[in-house]
């Protein structure tokens, strides 16, 4: 009876713990967008004021609209939303059958292949921006879109992703349709696809948030302010000598908003997703 009840009380003090580590690491998260919040509706001088002022006095809501006058700010977050479409549906595409086939089909150097593909993994795109730079003039697709799209349209980490989960699917379901006369693009589309729909849809949140938040390709390849992406162009409001703190918090804050609104919309598939590509 002490013994459940010690067991008991142990079990309720180690929930608190739980509860007060991830309300700690909620706030810890949560505290840097509500400043830049509060930063976005303060007066220029209250931005930069020492100590910090975190209630803004007067509350300037007019910041939003004058941050979409000052700016094309309309034209960038309609670059960034249709770039990372096509980054979206290429992704999908190209890493759903390089995943299909590496899972699926057996074929010879299957694993020396993967191994290569997740050997990309380790390599920071610093370390090929020159190369792509290169790559890219000569294509002829310096300051276009897709100039923006192509390096990023088929990603290591998505064919990762979706190897993870076709590895998941029963053999016996590919002898099942084999037996029953099924060709292998019949599988893979009728069969195997819809089985990883969390799966698909975290790596489209996934490559959405990538794409979405790119700042050194579009650096890389665009100097032509009317193709530039959000986050490229919020640089200007920062300046040599000077930076327009609420003008760059208000676009930042309506940057944020969208990824924040799908990844609230989805979150549910985008955990299922997450727990059965064996990255968990």
Known sequence: MVGSQTRGVGGWILRVLYLLILTTGAITMVIPFLWSVSTALKPLGQAVAFPPIWWPRPILWQ???????????ARWFANSIGVAFVV????????????????????????????????????????????????LRNLGLLNSYWGMILPTIISAMGVFLMRQAFLGIPKEIDEAAIIDGASRFRMFWQIALPMVKPNLLTLALLTFMGSWNNFLLPLLVANNPKIWTLPLGMVMFQQQYFTNWPYLMASVVMATIPTALLFLMFQRWFVEGISTTGIK
């Open 63 to 73: 910041n939003f609209i004058t941050t979409w006058k000052i700016v094309p700010l």
């Open 88 to 135: 979206v549906l290429g992704n999908l595409v190209f890493d759903s059958l390089a995943g299909y086939a590496l899972a699926r089909i057996p074929f010879k150097g299957r694993s020396f292949v993967f191994f290569a593909i997740v050997s990309m993994l380790m390599i920071p795109f610093q370390a090929i921006m020159l190369p792509t730079y290169i790559l």
